[in-house]
């Protein structure tokens, strides 16, 4: 990591009044959840990428499900390493500020962060896969859930990959990314869309846009400052110089 880089997002940040940070899996490793992509990701052999899946699910509930309570059991045990915290601490102090995650884990709201969109949804809320029924659920599952209401399965609350979006929440992460004054994409591989082009949006409203990750990804040459090393070294170091 250039030092030079680290300071000056340091001086960035500590005089901005409107931040949007992107989060990814990369920001829960510290917490010991695999991200996909890396190398523990694999579960019984398979891609998750190819579970996570709205196909997998119509035709494979049962591996889906036993695939989703295996990581409610394992998420379950984690809890948020210092990147959450700081993120929480950012949260507090500055005036204008929205976290998006992709991560489905929870430890960002467990962190202590109010202003914050889980644009993927959430491990730890379950919906009916036909009616309207979802609840908030953090207890152990039956092997194949079912809807209290109509009797069909309940699925995770989580948008799969081939799958819109929750109506709404594109429209709250255009409209505060377009005010921000510095754009973060932290731990996240920039592969995943429409949260792969929000730094192009912020870039075209004027703001900074900074990549905090462990590696360059496809974003990092258009970004304004690359910062390479871990969220949970790099994110604390930058919250400790920013004055309430
Ligand atoms: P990803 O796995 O594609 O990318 C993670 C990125 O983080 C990689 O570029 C990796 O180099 C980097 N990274 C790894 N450890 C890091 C660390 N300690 N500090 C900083 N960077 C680190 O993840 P993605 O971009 O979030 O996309 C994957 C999709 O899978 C998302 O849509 C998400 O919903 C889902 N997912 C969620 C979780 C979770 O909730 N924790 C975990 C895996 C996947
Ligand atoms: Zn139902």
Known sequence: MVRAHMEMVKALLDGSRSIVALTGAGVSAGSGIP???GPDGLWKKQRPEDLARVDAFSQHPELVWEFYNWRREKVGQCT??????????????????????QNVDGLHTQAGSHRLMEMHGSLWRVQCSVCTYAREDRSSLPDMPVCPVCGHLLRPGVVWFGEP???????????AISSADIFLSIGTSNLVQPAASFYQLAKDHGAVTIEINSEPTPNTGLMDFAL???????????VLGMSD
């Open 35 to 37: 991200t996909f992509r």
């Open 80 to 101: 948020p390493n210092p990147a959450h915290m700081a993120l929480a601490g950012m949260d507090k102090q500055v005036p204008n500020f929205l976290l998006i995650t």
């Open 165 to 175: 979006l929750v109506p709404g929440v594109l429209k709250v992460a255009i409209e």
């Open 228 to 238: 390479h090393g871990k969220a949970e070294d790099i994110l604390p170091e930058l």
